[in-house]
Every structure is written in structure tokens, then in C-alpha cells.
């Protein structure tokens, strides 16, 4: 499956705004994050576990990392306080 991935403030400026993966069926929102964490050393600090983040998929405000994700998702990460 592929998704895409959309960051926002301070965390695109660190990661671009956005990129895409291929993720396994049945991949859920901690498994992804964890998959692009271990992708590259600035993924990594900058997605690393307890780190506030925020996430939406398809544009809804998730809260619980045990969403699955699904195939053509579009999943955004961005910190829980942004500007305007």
C-alpha cells in the first residue's frame, strides 16, 4: 500500500513538506510513525516516541496510534501548537 505523508510547521521545516511510503496492509498510525522514524537520523528526532505530535488522516484529527491506516491515505504530522 502506499500513503502520503504531509508535515507541518516546524516539523516540515525539518522534513519538507511531504513525501510518500509503502506501507504493509494493516499498518496502523505508530507502526508508520515508527517505520519513518527508522528511515533516516532527522526522521528519527524528529518522530521519535514521546515526542508531542499531532496526527490527521485523510484531514480528521487522530488520537488513538492504533488507527489503521489505509491504502491512498494521506497522513499529516505537525506539533500541537502551530501558528497562523
Not at 513538506?17 to 496502523?28: F, H, L, N, P
Not at 526522521?43 to 514521546?50: D, K, S, T
Given at each position: 500500500?502506499?500513503?502520503t505523508?504531509r508535515?507541518?510547521?516546524?516539523?516540515?521545516?525539518?522534513?519538507?513538506?511531504?513525501e510518500?511510503?509503502?506501507?504493509?496492509?494493516?499498518?496502523?498510525?505508530?507502526?508508520?510513525?515508527?517505520?519513518?522514524?527508522?528511515?533516516?537520523p532527522?526522521?528519527a528526532?524528529?518522530?521519535?516516541?514521546?515526542?508531542?505530535?499531532?496526527?490527521?488522516?485523510?484531514?480528521?484529527?487522530?488520537?488513538?496510534?492504533?488507527?489503521?491506516?489505509?491504502?491512498?491515505?494521506?497522513?499529516?504530522?505537525?506539533?500541537p501548537?502551530?501558528?497562523?
Amino acid at each position: 500500500m502506499q500513503v502520503t505523508v504531509r508535515y507541518f510547521a516546524s516539523v516540515r521545516e525539518l522534513l519538507g513538506a511531504k513525501e510518500s511510503i509503502d506501507v504493509v496492509a494493516g499498518t496502523t498510525l505508530a507502526a508508520l510513525r515508527e517505520q519513518l522514524a527508522a528511515s533516516s537520523p532527522r526522521h528519527a528526532e524528529v518522530l521519535q516516541r514521546g515526542r508531542a505530535l499531532r496526527c490527521a488522516v485523510d484531514q480528521v484529527l487522530v488520537a488513538d496510534d492504533r488507527t489503521p491506516i489505509h491504502d491512498g491515505a494521506e497522513v499529516a504530522f505537525f506539533p500541537p501548537v502551530t501558528g497562523g
